[in-house]
């Protein structure tokens, strides 16, 4: 009886791994999608950001002296959300900064700020692929550890608890017919 209760949890146990893998599988093909997206888009974001930088070096001479007046930016904080007991970090970031631009107007033109609107844009959609990016490497790894685990119960545990059911329900069975011909003997013995 303990080996069926042991057989009926671990059957419990792997369509639950089942189910898990499947809704890590979907939230996977999910995150793959955005992150193909982003990183079509992402490429012309920088290709952009650095021709309106070659743009604004070419009118402005060098730019470092600007460039050091941008502050360090310290807005990003860092969440999670948790699919299936996978933790799948959720990035957020202060925009309102953005729109103070930090240097003066007197020394520069209209191209250094294309190019800083454009470098934002990219730390924006930089920031959004590394969370794509770190939530699928979470749930890859995770749909793993799921799929080892099924695969152990499914593989392993399951025929285990089956195989123990059968050698204990034949010996069960042996010893009922070996009672039945004693009984069937003893009873010949009386008469």
Do not use: W
Request: aromatic share 6%.
């Amino acid at each position: 009886m303990a080996a069926k209760r042991s057989l009926a949890l671990a059957k419990l146990g792997y369509d639950l791994m089942d189910r898990k893998r499947n809704v890590l599988i979907r939230e996977l093909m999910q995150l793959v999608g955005r992150a193909k997206e982003l990183r079509g888009s992402i490429e012309e974001t920088y290709r952009s950001a650095y021709a309106a930088l070659q743009e604004a070096n070419i009118t402005l001479g060098l730019i470092e002296q600007f460039a050091g007046t941008v502050p360090v930016d310290c807005d990003v904080q860092l969440e999670t959300r948790t699919v299936m007991g996978v933790e799948i970090p959720k990035i957020t970031h202060d925009m309102h900064s953005d729109v103070l631009i930090p240097y003066g107007f007197l020394d520069t033109n209209v191209q250094l700020d294309l190019a800083y609107a454009a470098f934002c844009r990219v730390r924006d959609m930089t920031l959004m692929l590394a969370e794509v990016d770190n939530g699928v490497f979470r749930l890859a790894t995770a749909i793993s550890a799921t799929q080892r685990r099924a695969n152990a119960l499914k593989n392993v545990l399951i025929p285990r608890y089956m195989q123990t059911i059968k050698t204990i329900s034949d010996a069960l069975e042996d010893k009922e017919r070996e009672e039945f011909t004693r009984m069937k003997m003893i009873k010949a013995q009386k008469q």
